[in-house]
């Protein structure tokens, strides 16, 4: 089942939401060596009219993009050998005890001499120059600067090391040609599911998958494919729980609640708004405390994000939101979270 989702902009929210535009990260790499993976790095695609950055998981980009490719990860260097402690001095040798010199014979008593006239009282001296000035004292600290704003070239610096975690975390769901955009995440998967060789889960939105509720169904992530189980739906708030053969990576909750002008990530896998392989950013403009499911408004890419599959990732590499629902709402049916739980630490 194809899904058209279309987004609408209210004039509250053009006038109240704090559009940050996509910067275009420009920079043409040959992309030799690199083939999509940690240790060579990756290829990204530049749209050279719409500046998009797109993932294709592929080592060309389509006609009218640009390649911009991300250094591997260097090789760690050796430790360096310990150097062996020297060893301790000899001691010196005593020095001699010095000889005892004779005792000399006492001398005579002297005469008392007589005692002398009292002198004339000396005249008063003249006063005393007034004292220098002391130093003045050493000038106070100034206080420190105030911190730079954050420039272009620190965002870009910023959305290149969230990349390669976005990338582990998140897989292409296919359910009978309806694609969405699979996050890894990490829970205790029921006994039953892990009798049948179930080793991980994915989160999605529900309209994606409802098609599928209880059957098999095809897991991608670049090349490599995963064998997947619609396991757990939650139709009423938006949500469902794709149980996986293979271990899967994920990305973790955050731990604190965003605030407005929050710095955000997302990347799609597919279906929704974007192309797949898109990756773009912006900023939280309302989280609405009040509402307990969904957040509102997240701005990405210079448009509002109302139904996208794919998570919302902070500045840490934390998910603030998957199919903007809010952590929590996992809790509700798909999950059973104790008290505690990393979900439910400011979304109930």
Not at 281 to 294: C, H, K, P
Not at 327 to 348: F, M
Request: hydrophobic share 40%; charged share 15%.
């Amino acid at each position: 089942m194809k899904l058209n989702l279309t987004t609408r902009f209210s004039r509250s929210h053009l006038l109240a939401a704090l559009i940050v535009p996509l910067i275009a990260i420009a920079g043409i790499a040959s992309g030799a060596g690199v083939s999509n993976t940690p240790q060579t790095g990756y290829i990204l695609c530049v749209n050279k009219t719409t500046k998009a950055i797109t993932y294709p998981g592929t080592l060309t980009c389509p006609k009218g993009n640009t390649q911009l490719a991300l250094g591997a990860r260097g090789v760690d260097g050796i430790n360096g050998i310990n150097g062996v402690n020297g060893r301790d001095g000899l001691p010196g040798l005593a020095g001699l005890t010095g000889l005892t010199g004779p005792i000399g014979p006492a001398g005579p008593a002297g005469a008392n001499g007589l005692d002398g006239l009292d002198g004339e009282d000396g005249v008063d001296g003249v006063d005393g120059v007034d004292g220098v000035d002391g130093v003045d004292g050493v000038d106070g600290r100034d206080g420190i600067d105030g911190k730079d704003g954050t420039s272009p070239s620190d965002t870009i610096a910023l959305v290149q090391s969230l990349i390669p975690g976005l990338l582990e975390a998140t897989y292409t769901i296919d359910c009978g040609g309806t694609f969405s955009t699979g996050t890894g995440i990490s829970v205790t998967l029921s006994a039953a599911l892990k009798a049948k060789g179930f080793k991980g889960a994915l989160i999605t939105a529900y309209d994606a998958v409802a098609d599928c509720d209880g059957q098999f169904i095809d897991v991608t992530q670049d090349d490599n494919v995963i064998v997947g189980f619609v396991a757990t739906v939650d139709s009423e708030n938006g949500l469902a729980m794709i149980a996986t053969k293979s271990v899967v990576n994920t990305l973790a909750p955050a731990g604190d609640e965003p605030v407005t002008g929050a710095f955000l990530i997302s990347i799609t896998r597919g279906g929704d708004e974007w192309p797949a392989g898109s990756i773009g950013y912006g900023i939280l403009n309302n989280i609405n405390s009040g509402e307990d499911t969904d957040i509102h408004t997240i701005w990405i890419s210079g448009k509002v994000l109302e139904s996208l599959s794919a998570p919302i990732v902070n500045s840490l590499g934390q998910f603030v939101s998957i199919a903007n629902k809010k952590p929590g709402v996992i809790c509700r049916v798909l999950l059973s979270c104790s008290a505690d739980s990393d979900y439910e630490k400011w979304s109930s």
